[in-house]
């Protein structure tokens, strides 16, 4: 993938969507909608109504989240400003690059969250500590 492929910041992105009367379909290509090569996948699901998932930020993994069923907010965090946003369809992901602190709420009770990820597990990439988020992303040790 070249680098000016790669965003820079949380955004939403639209999906291709094909209406069809056999049924609707929508896709992405990784490094071409989803703007990475995925390694790994999750699936967050049957997620209480109150509960607040996420709250942490990555150093190197990048994030593609779709909401496949149902509905939730997320919310992108840079540092500096936010981004929030509700994915309610399976044709729009929300994107978000390294060092954005990431929060995901207000999940309907059929909610189905898929999270493709550039990266391995790795748990010394979280940053679970938004002070700590803060100082990395102003550059203070």
């Known amino acids: 993938m070249h680098g000016s ?34 390694k790994r996948y999750f699936i967050v699901y049957q997620v209480p109504l109150v509960e607040v998932r996420g709250e942490h930020a990555h150093k190197q993994c ?37 060092m954005t602190w990431g929060t995901q709420y207000k999940y309907s009770p059929d909610a189905v969250l898929l999270v493709f990820a550039s990266h391995y597990y790795d748990p010394d990439d979280y940053i679970r500590d938004y002070d700590e988020f803060l100082r990395l992303v102003r550059g203070e040790q």
């Open 62 to 98: 990048h994030q593609f989240l779709i909401c496949v069923r149902g509905r939730l907010s997320v919310i992108g965090d840079n540092g500096s400003s936010q981004v929030e946003y509700v994915l309610d369809r399976p044709n729009i992901g929300f994107y978000m690059p390294p």
């Open 5 to 38: 492929q790669i965003k820079s910041s949380a955004c939403l992105i639209e999906l291709p969507n094909v209406i069809d009367s056999r049924g609707n379909l929508t896709f992405a290509e990784f490094e071409r909608h989803i703007p990475f090569q995925a």
